[in-house]
């Protein structure tokens, strides 16, 4: 009850078919039943990170109902993907339609679930309705070639879908990275099975509920909850032919092994650790503004959060104009209007959090911030950290590590070319930016960066869905993407023609038993 009274004023209780937020569980969605599951024996539960309500609980999912809910995926795909694609567009545009509608809804969802603000969980919702939106044209992105390769003959490709698959997703998007998967597999002929982040499985009830509406049939769309056990699951069921993975490094890696050994297509988006660079020519203002966004909004647990500034020559002297900047940041409830910074995920994550900026100060940083300790008024239990700065180097555990919090680490260096080489030493390769005026260091950079997605004089540089997201490195495993052209290839498969259409006459009198030349 207690949470309820906390939403904004904006905000009518929400009130959808598989989510609760008083306490009654979160639900599954096996082949268009709405239900926990039989003979549920384990619950996890979901807190509201400001405050610590229990606001829901997620089922364990006993294996007969995941055994269920993939025999209704599999059902579903015989029918959906012999639907034409035509009527598969429309599915997706009324779907987009519902979901500008409902953008409210779900934003409030994943502020009371995940703690972000209410004006960035409105981009959460963007950022995936934007892949739908893509999506929507699926019957151009779907055509294959055809090429005449002799005067008798044609070769051409065509795609079709790969038959159920799973997204398994992580807690920090909680509308935007299911809305990738569930746009991409279902307009490619795909039926698909959505595991949404067991700490915020609000947004994905939601959206679920909408592609209902949409009219998308029953089977096509599946939502199953649980942790590792449900993971494994899917991992192992052979009917399971994909799995589309995003989250930490070591679950990404785990699934990319599992479900690989079991001969499943597997791509796995993980951790990051994303640096930017400030030339001394940079424009200040907009530079210093950038950074102090992309650093500390969301708390710093984005994917593509800022998390290492590289100051290069004497732009370290721009620190303390920094530091000011985000010391001006609010942290607080996100539904909260004049909030900047929401609270972390969980106590542990808090906990875990504050230990990084400790082993900082053990092993020699400077702490120019420390949001360790912040308190923040009527919300004495909320998992809050402050925005923090750490002067460090790069073999201090705060450099080493992905922190996934509102902790901006600043090293040096005396060069350009220093800076690129230390960034492209890192293992990971999500993004990395640089600020500077000069068309010459940003083609530099640009060329010699070795990361998947680069931002000039941009900080969190996320491609638009005509784009494909392109992460690499370390923060990789598996080809092809999320979404965008790279997408299409993961959740389809090519089939190649070839015809020979020659006149009887012409036809050979002998057996040829020599490969054609
Ligand atoms: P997480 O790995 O803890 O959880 C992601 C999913 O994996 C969840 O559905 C969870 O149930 C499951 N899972 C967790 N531990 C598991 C285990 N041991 N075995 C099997 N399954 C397991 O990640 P998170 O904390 O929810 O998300 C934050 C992480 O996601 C960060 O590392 C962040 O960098 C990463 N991320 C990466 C991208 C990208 O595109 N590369 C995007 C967003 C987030």
């Known amino acids: 009850g207690r949470p309820l009274a906390r939403l904004s004023s904006t905000s009518p209780p929400i009130n959808w078919k598989g989510t609760s937020t008083s306490g009654g569980p979160s639900l599954n969605l096996i082949g268009g039943d709405w239900t926990p599951g039989r003979g549920v024996t384990e619950w996890l539960d979901v807190h509201d990170p400001s405050t610590q309500a229990l606001l829901t609980r997620v089922p364990q999912t006993p294996r007969a109902d995941m055994l269920r809910l993939v025999d209704g995926a599999q059902a579903a795909f015989e029918a959906w993907s012999e639907t034409s694609v035509l009527r598969r567009q429309d599915v997706l545009l009324k779907l987009q339609a519902l979901i500008k ?62 038959g159920v698959g799973a997204a398994i997703c992580p807690f920090n998007f909680p509308a935007m990275i299911p809305l ?34 949409a009219g998308l049939p029953k089977g096509v769309l599946s939502v199953l909850h649980g942790s590792v056990p449900a993971v494994n699951f899917l991992c192992e069921e052979p009917r399971i032919k994909a799995i589309s993975f995003v989250g930490s490094s070591h679950a990404g890696k785990y699934i990319y092994d599992k479900a690989g050994a079991n001969g499943k297509r597997v791509q796995a988006n993980l951790g990051a650790k994303n640096h930017c660079i400030i030339m001394p020519d940079a424009n200040r203002n907009h530079t210093l503004n950038s950074i102090v966004g992309a650093a500390f909004g969301a708390a710093g647990q984005r994917c593509m959060a800022l998390s290492v500034l590289v100051t290069v020559g004497d732009t370290e002297e721009w620190l303390p104009d920094l530091i000011e900047r985000a010391q001006k940041l609010k942290v ?60 460090a180097d790069v073999n201090m555990t705060c450099y080493k590590e992905e922190i996934f919090g509102p902790v901006l680490v600043i090293v040096k260096a005396d060069t350009l070319d220093d800076a690129i080489k230390l960034i492209n030493r890192n293992e990971y390769g999500n993004g990395a930016a640089i600020f500077t005026r000069s068309g010459a260091v940003a083609r530099k950079f640009e060329k010699e960066i070795n990361v998947g997605q680069i931002g000039i004089n941009v900080p969190i540089p996320v491609p638009l869905p005509m784009f494909s997201w392109s992460g690499n490195k370390g923060s990789v495993l598996g080809q092809t993407s999320l979404y965008g052209p790279l997408g299409i290839e993961f959740w389809t498969q090519h089939k190649t023609t070839t015809a020979l259409w020659r006149s009887e006459d012409a036809l050979e009198s002998k057996a040829a038993t020599v490969m054609p030349t």
Do not use: C
Not at 180 to 207: C, Q
């Open 101 to 162: 509608d409902h953008t409210d809804d779900i934003a409030r969802s994943i502020v009371l679930e995940q703690g972000k603000t209410f004006a960035d969980a409105k981009g959460d919702v963007l950022r995936g309705l934007q892949v739908v939106i893509a999506a929507a044209g699926i019957p151009s992105l779907l055509m294959g070639d055809k090429l005449e390769v002799a005067k008798d003959m044609d070769t051409e490709t065509r795609r079709v879908p790969l």
């Open 180 to 213: 990738w998967s569930i746009a991409m597999a279902i307009a490619t002929g795909n039926t698909l099975i959505v595991k949404p982040s067991e700490r915020d499985p609000g947004a994905t009830l939601i959206i679920a509920e909408l592609a209902e509406r």
């Open 332 to 391: 607080g409830n996100g539904f909260d209007e004049e909030v900047d910074i929401g609270p972390l995920i969980s106590p542990a994550a808090k906990q875990r959090v504050e230990g990084v900026i400790a082993s900082a100060e053990k092993e020699g940083g400077k702490i120019l911030l420390d949001g360790r300790g912040v308190k923040v008024p009527g919300y004495p239990d909320g998992n809050f950290v402050g925005p923090t700065s750490i002067q």
